[in-house]
């Protein structure tokens, strides 16, 4: 058994990791053939790819998938530590999991992902959850068949949870969800310890892929005829840092766009370390995307020192200035939080001057959360939830309107967009996204999936587009 441990999550040391295969034991493979698995992924983009490799690992010892839950052998939730909701979230699937338990003891449970790196989760598992199989970490992630093995065979709780970083293990088994776009990670972990977050914690030190095996897997995505790929980082702007004197992201984004794969996105981006390079790197290859998620959290600097975001307003309005000279077309993006421990109405009303500013093409906003163990999370707090709840509304009103006007600036354009399937709502339409990351409903005849056309732009709303296939 290995417990997480916050003062070891801490420690950021000259980390020393080993870059290792995967490798499977022969005699765990297809052990397990033909019984049924249930995955829930909660959380960001990181999870839903880490949900791509367990999927795979899983599979390879027999399991096959299986969407109700109810129905499952082996249930596994993914889960995110990021804000209380996430917590409310997994903790109320595991409370009907648990009335399936008391019906059916054979089936085995198990939770991974940050949660399974709280001390407090961990402990909360210990003593209230004595029924849940197995707990397994983010950083060995990668030993989930043996967990999953022992827990089925030693009925004992395993709980194996590292606190530091374990090896980089490439040549994981992958099932991915989409056959034309794919994540690729280039580096784990954060080492900014924003005051809020908890996120170095969970997901340990920043770590780089090496770039020669990131470059190997792009290469046999665009072989398998994938058209886009996404770049996955806590911060992606810290890339190489950790492995090369004189290769960070710019470099390693000029590698990929050389390799003339159509479509090449990043995320996610901190300001604090955007550089030139990177910006002019941006401007040089088309195949680089005009969209970049540039979270702010807050327009007010006393509240962006609070929070240990390392930039100030001014300084972040000139780097978004930079990056929306690059090209016309070029579509930001931004995370905001509001309520902060001790946010005045002035600072809220700096952070909507700032919008009004920056009038972003999407934004992601949400009520401050104290996080266990976080630095912010032991400052006085006089501002009740009712006010903070106020100005989320209002935050969320005037980020719409600018939704809707960013969108409304579209219609009549052609833009390019990978189609992605039938549209949800009407069988008679597609969907798919623009290469500034505009979701569109489009009509049109013979359309393929997974492949890039042009969609002459008819409408807008305040999340897409209306289009129609445009043929010249
Ligand atoms: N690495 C990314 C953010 C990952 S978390 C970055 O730094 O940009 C995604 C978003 O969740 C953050 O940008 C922040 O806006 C929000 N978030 C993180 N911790 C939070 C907390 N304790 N309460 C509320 N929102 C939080
Ligand atoms: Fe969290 Fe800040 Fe790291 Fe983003 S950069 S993951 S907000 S600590
Ligand atoms: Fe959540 Fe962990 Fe991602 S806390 S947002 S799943 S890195």
């Known amino acids: 058994m290995h417990l997480p441990n916050y003062k070891e999550a801490k420690k950021r040391e000259k980390v020393e990791y080993q870059t290792l295969d995967y490798n499977l034991k022969k005699e765990l493979k297809n052990k397990y053939c033909g019984k049924k698995y249930f995955l829930k992924t909660y959380g960001c983009q990181m999870n839903e790819h880490d949900s791509e490799n367990i999927k795979a690992m899983l599979e390879e010892l027999g399991f096959i998938e299986e969407n109700d839950y109810r129905q499952a052998d082996l249930l596994l939730l993914n889960t995110c530590s990021i804000r209380e ?51 397994i970490g983010t950083h060995n992630l990668y030993q989930l068949p043996q967990v999953v093995d022992s827990a089925i065979t030693n009925r004992n709780q395993e709980i194996e949870v590292y606190s530091h970083n374990l090896d980089i ?14 994540y690729v990670n280039i580096i784990y972990g954060c080492n900014k310890f924003c005051t809020y977050c908890i996120v170095p914690y969970t997901r340990g030190s920043e770590r780089s892929r090496r770039k020669e095996d990131i470059l190997k897997e792009i290469a046999d995505l665009i072989n398998d005829g994938y058209q886009e790929v996404t770049l996955l980082g806590q911060n992606v702007n810290a890339y190489g840092k950790d492995l090369y004197e004189d290769y960070g992201l710019g470099e390693l984004l000029e590698d990929i766009a050389k390799m003339n794969i159509p479509r090449i996105r990043f995320v996610t981006s901190h300001p604090w370390d955007f550089t030139d390079k990177m910006i002019e790197k941006i401007g040089k290859y088309e195949n680089i995307m005009p969209s970049i998620h540039l979270p702010v959290q807050s327009g007010s600097n006393t509240i962006l020192k609070r929070m240990g975001r390392r930039y100030t307003k001014e300084s972040y309005l000139e780097l978004f200035d930079k990056l929306k000279n690059i090209r016309k077309e070029m579509a930001i993006s931004t995370d905001i939080i509001v309520g902060f421990p001790g946010e005045s109405e002035e600072d809220f009303q700096e952070t909507l001057d700032l919008v009004e500013y920056c009038q972003y093409d999407n934004a992601f906003t949400f ?16 501002v009740s939830l009712n006010e903070k709840e106020k100005r989320l509304y209002r935050l969320n009103e005037m980020v719409n309107q600018y939704f809707l006007k960013n969108n409304k600036n579209q219609i009549g354009q052609v833009q390019k967009v990978l189609v992605e399937g039938k549209s949800l ?17 489009f009509t049109g005849a013979n359309v393929e999936v ?21 043929e010249r």
């Open 169 to 182: 293990v490439e040549n994981a088994p992958v099932i991915r969800d989409k056959s034309y776009k794919a």
């Open 450 to 470: 997974g492949t890039i056309i042009e969609v002459k732009i008819t409408d807008a709303k305040t999340w897409s587009l209306d289009g129609e296939l445009y």
């Open 85 to 135: 909701n996430a917590h409310n979230k997994a903790f109320g699937m595991l409370g009907r999991i648990q009335n399936l338990k008391e019906k059916n003891r054979n089936i085995v449970v198990g939770l991974c992902g940050c949660m399974a790196q709280e001390e407090g989760v961990v402990e909360k598992i210990q003593k209230k959850y004595k029924w849940l199989n197995f707990v």
């Open 425 to 441: 709502k009407n069988n008679n339409m597609y969907f798919g996204y623009t290469e500034s990351n505009k979701l569109v409903n």
């Open 367 to 382: 009520i401050y959360s104290p996080r266990e163990n976080t630095p912010a999370a032991n400052l006085s707090d006089d």
